[in-house]
């Protein structure tokens, strides 16, 4: 298994309040990626990185922001929570060669967040 | 922009019986074509791949075949196991960064 690690995996917090979770590696991987996953809407990719602070928006970006200050984190941050952004969030890593499409991505175990 | 189709479920199976997940794809260009699984409460394992026409992907018992004139990737097992009750996702990925676009799952439980 990649070793891939999120924190926290279960949080409940409060609409208005900001909220960050965060997605560590050791396995060096150039690409980091986080997901929501909804009922129905599979997967959607929020923000990606392709490198120490360059990161790029996904299809559901609003709402949140992310840095990436080392290779082995990646921060997502949401702002100002809604109840909206009630999900659960997938860390992904990918690219050990070149950025070639080919390359699978592995996945952490995710975080379960509740806005209340 | 790039999409995938698969089809909704439960598909709900007996052990042993043939299992066949349909995934079509659009998408520009020459996409990879993956098929994810995950089981209740952990995240998404790879299960197979492919990455150009005309290749089979397969795993554990697991075929795909990624056909372009169909733009289809259809997941096959011959004879389930109840441990293979998971959800299962279709995925796409291009060039520029291995970016994924997902199908909306699939869950099958298979019964003993």
């Known amino acids: 298994d990649a070793g891939i690690t999120q924190s926290p995996r279960h949080k409940v917090t409060e609409t208005g309040t900001p909220v960050t979770l965060r997605c560590h590696q050791t396995?060096?991987?150039?690409?980091m990626y986080w997901y929501r996953q909804d009922p129905g809407h599979g997967l959607r990719l929020i923000h990606y990185?392709?490198?120490?602070?360059?990161?790029d928006k996904g299809e559901v970006s609003d709402g949140y922001s992310v840095s990436r200050s080392k290779t082995e984190d990646f921060l997502l941050t949401l702002e100002s929570a809604t109840s909206s952004q009630t999900s659960v969030y997938f860390c992904?890593?990918?690219?050990?060669?070149?950025?070639?499409?080919?390359?699978?991505?592995?996945f952490g175990p995710g975080t379960r967040l509740t806005v209340t | 922009g790039d999409s995938v189709t698969q089809m909704e479920g439960p598909v709900t199976l007996s052990e042993e019986a043939f299992l066949t997940i349909n995934c079509t794809y659009t998408?520009?260009?020459?996409?990879?074509l993956f098929w994810y699984v995950q089981y209740p409460g952990e995240g998404l394992q790879l299960l197979l791949k492919?990455?150009?026409?005309?290749d089979k992907g397969s795993n554990k018992g697991f075929e795909a075949t990624y056909r372009k004139e169909t733009t289809s990737f259809h997941l096959e097992k011959g004879s389930v196991q109840v441990s293979d009750s998971a959800v299962y996702f279709c995925?796409?990925?291009?060039?520029?960064?291995?970016?994924?676009?997902f199908g909306g799952g699939t869950r099958v439980l298979v019964k003993p």
């Open positions: 998408a520009t260009g020459y996409p990879s």
């Open positions: 396995e060096n991987h150039r690409y």
């Open positions: 992904a890593i990918s690219g050990r060669g070149l950025a070639s499409g080919r390359d699978e991505q592995y």
């Open positions: 995925a796409l990925s291009k060039a520029a960064g291995n970016k994924l676009t």
């Open positions: 990185s392709y490198g120490v602070k360059d990161t």
């Open positions: 492919a990455t150009k026409a005309d």
